[in-house]
Protein backbone atom coordinates (compact mmCIF):
# COMPACT_ATOMS: atom_id res chain seq x y z
CA UNK A 1 0.00 0.00 0.00
CA UNK A 2 2.56 2.64 0.72
CA UNK A 3 4.70 4.39 -1.73
CA UNK A 4 1.93 3.84 -4.19
CA UNK A 5 2.88 0.46 -4.51
CA UNK A 6 6.30 1.42 -5.96
CA UNK A 7 8.17 -1.87 -5.49
CA UNK A 8 5.70 -4.08 -6.96
CA UNK A 9 5.28 -1.85 -9.96
CA UNK A 10 9.08 -0.87 -10.64
CA UNK A 11 10.30 -4.46 -9.65
CA UNK A 12 7.72 -6.66 -10.73
CA UNK A 13 8.10 -8.26 -7.41
CA UNK A 14 5.47 -9.01 -5.37
CA UNK A 15 5.42 -8.07 -1.53
CA UNK A 16 5.00 -9.63 1.11
CA UNK A 17 3.72 -7.83 4.38
CA UNK A 18 4.18 -9.79 8.14
CA UNK A 19 1.96 -8.42 10.95
CA UNK A 20 3.72 -7.58 14.46
CA UNK A 21 2.60 -5.34 17.37
CA UNK A 22 5.97 -3.70 17.64
CA UNK A 23 6.75 -4.22 13.61
CA UNK A 24 9.85 -6.01 14.29
CA UNK A 25 9.97 -9.19 12.49
CA UNK A 26 11.89 -12.32 13.90
CA UNK A 27 12.84 -15.88 12.28
CA UNK A 28 9.98 -17.20 13.90
CA UNK A 29 7.12 -15.01 11.70
CA UNK A 30 9.06 -15.26 8.58
CA UNK A 31 9.60 -18.89 8.78
CA UNK A 32 5.83 -19.85 7.78
CA UNK A 33 6.04 -17.58 4.44
CA UNK A 34 8.75 -19.28 3.19
CA UNK A 35 6.33 -21.81 1.43
CA UNK A 36 6.34 -23.36 -2.42
CA UNK A 37 10.10 -22.71 -2.34
CA UNK A 38 10.90 -24.07 -6.33
CA UNK A 39 7.50 -24.46 -7.29
CA UNK A 40 7.00 -22.26 -10.49
CA UNK A 41 3.61 -21.31 -9.60
CA UNK A 42 4.20 -19.33 -6.80
CA UNK A 43 6.13 -16.29 -5.48
CA UNK A 44 9.41 -16.87 -4.51
CA UNK A 45 10.70 -15.23 -1.60
CA UNK A 46 14.28 -13.59 -2.09
CA UNK A 47 14.82 -10.60 0.28
CA UNK A 48 13.64 -9.69 3.78
CA UNK A 49 13.37 -6.08 4.26
CA UNK A 50 13.30 -4.34 7.21
CA UNK A 51 13.52 -0.67 8.61
CA UNK A 52 15.45 0.03 11.52
CA UNK A 53 14.04 2.18 13.70
CA UNK A 54 10.93 0.64 12.21
CA UNK A 55 7.73 2.10 11.07
CA UNK A 56 6.32 2.28 15.13
CA UNK A 57 9.79 3.58 15.73
CA UNK A 58 11.15 0.93 17.67
CA UNK A 59 14.27 -0.19 17.63
CA UNK A 60 15.86 -3.78 16.79
CA UNK A 61 18.25 -4.91 19.12
CA UNK A 62 21.86 -5.80 18.08
CA UNK A 63 20.75 -9.74 19.18
CA UNK A 64 17.44 -9.17 17.37
CA UNK A 65 19.72 -8.12 14.60
CA UNK A 66 22.08 -10.82 14.44
CA UNK A 67 19.15 -13.36 14.69
CA UNK A 68 17.73 -11.91 11.74
CA UNK A 69 20.86 -12.20 9.94
CA UNK A 70 22.14 -15.88 10.89
CA UNK A 71 18.40 -16.86 9.38
CA UNK A 72 18.77 -14.90 6.32
CA UNK A 73 22.36 -16.55 5.50
CA UNK A 74 20.53 -20.16 6.40
CA UNK A 75 17.39 -19.80 4.51
CA UNK A 76 19.49 -17.97 0.92
CA UNK A 77 18.04 -15.04 1.37
CA UNK A 78 19.08 -10.92 1.24
CA UNK A 79 18.81 -8.76 4.18
CA UNK A 80 18.14 -4.91 3.60
CA UNK A 81 17.69 -2.72 6.21
CA UNK A 82 15.95 0.43 5.36
CA UNK A 83 17.85 2.93 7.17
CA UNK A 84 16.16 6.32 6.63
CA UNK A 85 16.42 7.05 10.01
CA UNK A 86 19.41 4.42 10.60
CA UNK A 87 21.29 6.84 12.62
CA UNK A 88 18.34 7.81 15.43
CA UNK A 89 18.59 3.83 15.95
CA UNK A 90 22.14 3.75 16.49
CA UNK A 91 22.27 6.85 18.78
CA UNK A 92 19.42 4.44 21.26
CA UNK A 93 21.87 1.55 20.68
CA UNK A 94 24.71 3.57 21.78
CA UNK A 95 26.70 1.52 18.99
CA UNK A 96 28.62 1.90 15.71
CA UNK A 97 26.75 2.55 12.51
CA UNK A 98 28.97 -0.50 11.22
CA UNK A 99 27.74 -2.47 14.28
CA UNK A 100 24.09 -1.86 13.56
CA UNK A 101 24.26 -2.75 10.27
CA UNK A 102 26.79 -6.00 10.36
CA UNK A 103 25.37 -9.51 9.08
CA UNK A 104 23.08 -7.02 6.50
CA UNK A 105 23.50 -7.40 2.46
CA UNK A 106 21.98 -3.54 1.89
CA UNK A 107 21.63 -0.57 3.34
CA UNK A 108 19.72 1.96 2.50
CA UNK A 109 21.01 5.25 4.23
CA UNK A 110 18.85 8.41 4.99
CA UNK A 111 20.11 11.78 4.25
CA UNK A 112 17.55 14.06 3.75
CA UNK A 113 15.32 12.96 7.39
CA UNK A 114 18.75 13.68 9.18
CA UNK A 115 19.39 17.31 8.08
CA UNK A 116 20.79 16.93 4.11
CA UNK A 117 19.31 19.20 2.09
CA UNK A 118 19.11 16.16 -0.46
CA UNK A 119 20.48 13.04 -1.17
CA UNK A 120 20.25 9.42 -0.18
CA UNK A 121 22.94 6.51 -0.25
CA UNK A 122 22.31 2.73 -0.56
CA UNK A 123 25.07 0.88 0.37
CA UNK A 124 26.01 -2.66 -0.33
CA UNK A 125 27.86 -4.41 2.05
CA UNK A 126 27.44 -8.17 0.14
CA UNK A 127 28.19 -6.94 -3.76
CA UNK A 128 27.32 -9.80 -5.01
CA UNK A 129 23.54 -9.19 -4.01
CA UNK A 130 22.79 -7.09 -7.02
CA UNK A 131 26.30 -6.34 -9.51
CA UNK A 132 24.00 -4.76 -12.08
CA UNK A 133 22.10 -2.19 -9.33
CA UNK A 134 24.02 0.88 -11.06
CA UNK A 135 22.03 -0.03 -14.37
CA UNK A 136 18.86 -0.24 -12.35
CA UNK A 137 19.50 3.17 -10.41
CA UNK A 138 20.05 4.86 -14.27
CA UNK A 139 17.39 3.46 -15.38
CA UNK A 140 14.91 4.35 -12.17
CA UNK A 141 16.46 8.39 -12.59
CA UNK A 142 18.16 7.98 -9.90
CA UNK A 143 21.66 8.84 -10.71
CA UNK A 144 22.15 12.48 -10.18
CA UNK A 145 23.98 15.05 -11.68
CA UNK A 146 27.04 16.89 -9.94
CA UNK A 147 27.08 14.60 -7.41
CA UNK A 148 29.86 15.68 -5.32
CA UNK A 149 27.41 18.11 -3.85
CA UNK A 150 25.73 15.20 -2.25
CA UNK A 151 29.31 13.55 -1.27
CA UNK A 152 30.02 17.09 0.10
CA UNK A 153 26.95 16.89 2.90
CA UNK A 154 27.51 13.11 3.43
CA UNK A 155 31.54 13.87 3.96
CA UNK A 156 30.30 16.38 6.77
CA UNK A 157 27.60 14.64 8.12
CA UNK A 158 29.45 11.38 8.83
CA UNK A 159 32.97 12.45 8.82
CA UNK A 160 32.17 14.82 11.91
CA UNK A 161 30.05 13.84 15.03
CA UNK A 162 27.24 15.94 13.46
CA UNK A 163 25.00 12.30 12.89
CA UNK A 164 25.03 11.58 15.93
CA UNK A 165 23.97 15.04 17.63
CA UNK A 166 21.70 15.36 15.64
CA UNK A 167 19.81 11.57 16.29
CA UNK A 168 20.38 12.20 20.01
CA UNK A 169 18.77 15.83 19.74
CA UNK A 170 16.05 13.80 17.46
CA UNK A 171 15.70 11.05 20.66
CA UNK A 172 15.73 13.34 23.27
CA UNK A 173 12.87 15.62 22.44
CA UNK A 174 10.59 12.70 21.19
CA UNK A 175 11.35 11.29 24.97
CA UNK A 176 10.17 14.78 26.27
CA UNK A 177 7.43 14.71 23.48
CA UNK A 178 5.99 11.02 25.12
CA UNK A 179 6.81 12.54 29.00
CA UNK A 180 4.44 15.83 27.85
CA UNK A 181 1.67 13.69 26.65
CA UNK A 182 1.49 11.50 29.16
CA UNK A 183 0.50 14.14 31.80
CA UNK A 184 -2.88 14.15 29.47
CA UNK A 185 -5.97 11.98 30.16
CA UNK A 186 -7.67 11.76 26.89
CA UNK A 187 -4.53 10.70 25.00
CA UNK A 188 -2.76 7.65 25.28
CA UNK A 189 0.97 6.20 23.85
CA UNK A 190 0.91 3.00 22.01
CA UNK A 191 4.45 2.24 21.31
CA UNK A 192 7.81 2.27 23.36
CA UNK A 193 9.43 5.56 22.62
CA UNK A 194 12.83 4.39 21.87
CA UNK A 195 13.87 6.95 18.82
CA UNK A 196 12.30 10.25 17.78
CA UNK A 197 9.22 8.80 17.10
CA UNK A 198 6.16 9.32 19.62
CA UNK A 199 2.93 7.16 18.59
CA UNK A 200 -0.01 8.47 20.27
CA UNK A 201 -4.26 8.34 19.97
CA UNK A 202 -5.38 11.22 20.08
CA UNK A 203 -8.95 12.31 20.16
CA UNK A 204 -10.75 12.46 16.41
CA UNK A 205 -12.36 15.91 17.27
CA UNK A 206 -8.72 17.33 18.45
CA UNK A 207 -6.85 15.89 15.40
CA UNK A 208 -7.60 18.88 12.85
CA UNK A 209 -6.57 21.55 15.02
CA UNK A 210 -3.47 19.57 16.18
CA UNK A 211 -2.42 19.53 12.59
CA UNK A 212 -3.01 22.94 11.77
CA UNK A 213 -0.52 23.55 14.80
CA UNK A 214 2.27 20.87 13.88
CA UNK A 215 2.04 19.00 10.85
CA UNK A 216 1.61 15.46 11.25
CA UNK A 217 0.74 11.61 10.00
CA UNK A 218 -2.77 9.92 10.72
CA UNK A 219 -1.02 6.80 11.23
CA UNK A 220 -4.73 4.90 11.54
CA UNK A 221 -7.57 6.45 9.89
CA UNK A 222 -9.47 3.87 12.10
CA UNK A 223 -8.21 4.15 15.78
CA UNK A 224 -6.53 7.79 14.86
CA UNK A 225 -3.21 6.48 16.39
CA UNK A 226 -0.78 9.70 15.08
CA UNK A 227 2.73 9.64 14.10
CA UNK A 228 4.89 12.48 15.87
CA UNK A 229 8.37 12.79 15.06
CA UNK A 230 10.60 15.01 15.68
CA UNK A 231 13.90 15.23 13.96
CA UNK A 232 17.38 17.26 13.64
CA UNK A 233 15.82 20.99 14.12
CA UNK A 234 13.25 20.34 16.68
CA UNK A 235 13.29 22.45 19.95
CA UNK A 236 12.38 22.08 22.96
CA UNK A 237 10.23 25.18 22.62
CA UNK A 238 8.09 23.20 19.49
CA UNK A 239 7.40 20.40 21.70
CA UNK A 240 6.64 22.19 24.80
CA UNK A 241 3.88 24.02 22.69
CA UNK A 242 2.47 21.53 21.02
CA UNK A 243 1.76 19.74 24.52
CA UNK A 244 0.89 22.34 25.97
CA UNK A 245 -1.63 23.05 23.09
CA UNK A 246 -2.52 19.32 23.43
CA UNK A 247 -3.09 20.09 27.35
CA UNK A 248 -5.58 22.86 26.53
CA UNK A 249 -8.12 20.91 23.70
Known amino acids: MDECGAPEKFLGSKVISIPSIDAKLTPEMIKP ?51 ARLVNAVAALGCSISAAVEGADVVSLGGTKNGLVFGEAVIFLNSKVSPDFRYLRKQAMQLPSKSRFIAAQFLEFLGTDLWLDNALRANRLASRLATGLATCKSVAITQKVQANACFVKIPREHVARLRDHSFFYVWDEHTFECRLMTSWDTTEEDVDRFVAEVARL
Open 33 to 83: HLIRRGDQHASQPRVLSITQPTELGTVYSLKELSALSTFCKTEKLVLHIDG
